[in-house]
């Protein structure tokens, strides 16, 4: 089974800053099956990120992904107001079918 | 307007048995495969089971394997989960989700790009 380990676990910034958040998994990992969320409270999740790198339909340009084999990150430049949330990498494909990371807390500073 | 609706969740004791609901509409239901996933109050994500398009290709995470059941009806637009057996740790909210999918030369892109806003199940005596 693939382990997705996201840090750090908060990150604690101001509007207009930059945000890095990563995402290593135990195993190699098929950038094209690399996925970020977003999940803002009472919310459902939202796609960000697909294939490692695409943005979803609608997502900023602001946000971006990167990386491959077991390392990858999730870049937000000029933090907004409302990307303060949870966010969640998952990789499709190995047993079992899709895992997710535990998440990273974006929070305001 | 691409939307997912799921139903059917609520109070049950340990052992019980609950039957998911989730009604789509805005797209081609028959087209695409769909997850259940679910999040326990204040924790991450926790996938539980896929049905592709045709309802022929079925999985389960290990953890409701023998006792949940996914189903589907594209006649009727829409995805079931029966759950049995339940036990105090389902307790969580379920979200149903789209499989939304890319294909570009030789690749293949999976993800979930359409969510339900979810419905709670309580496992409680």
């Known amino acids: 089974e693939i382990v997705l380990t996201q840090s750090p676990g908060t990150l604690s910034l101001s509007p207009g800053e930059r945000a890095t958040l990563s995402c290593r998994a135990s195993?190699?990992?098929?950038?094209?099956?690399l996925v970020w969320y977003q999940q803002k409270p009472g919310q459902a999740p939202r796609l960000l990120i697909y294939?490692?790198?695409s943005r979803a339909t609608g997502i900023p340009d602001r946000f971006s992904g990167s990386g491959s084999g077991t390392e990858f990150t999730l870049t937000i430049t000029r933090l907004e107001p409302e990307d303060f949330a949870l966010y969640y990498c998952?990789?499709?494909?190995?047993?079992?079918?899709?895992?997710f990371g535990q998440g990273t807390k974006l929070e305001i500073k | 307007e691409v939307q997912l609706v799921e139903s059917g969740g609520g109070l049950v004791q340990p052992g019980g048995s609950l039957r998911l609901s989730c009604a789509a509409s805005?797209?081609?239901?028959?087209?695409?495969?769909m997850n259940w996933v679910r999040q326990v109050p204040g924790k991450g994500l926790e996938w539980v089971s896929y049905?592709?398009?045709?309802?022929?290709?079925?999985y389960y995470a290990d953890s409701v394997k023998g006792r949940f059941t996914i189903s589907r009806d594209n006649a009727e637009k829409s995805l079931y989960l029966l759950m049995d057996s339940l036990r105090a740790e389902d307790t969580a909210v379920y979200y149903c989700?789209?499989?939304?999918?890319?294909?570009?030369?030789?690749?293949?892109?999976?993800?979930?790009?359409?969510w339900g806003k979810g419905t709670t199940v309580t496992v409680s005596s």
């Open positions: 195993q190699r990992v098929n950038s094209n099956f």
């Open positions: 998952q990789q499709y494909g190995s047993s079992p079918l899709y895992t």
């Open positions: 989700a789209r499989e939304g999918y890319r294909y570009d030369s030789s690749y293949a892109y999976y993800y979930m790009d359409v």
């Open positions: 294939g490692a790198s």
């Open positions: 805005g797209f081609t239901f028959s087209s695409y495969s």
């Open positions: 049905i592709s398009s045709s309802g022929s290709t079925i």
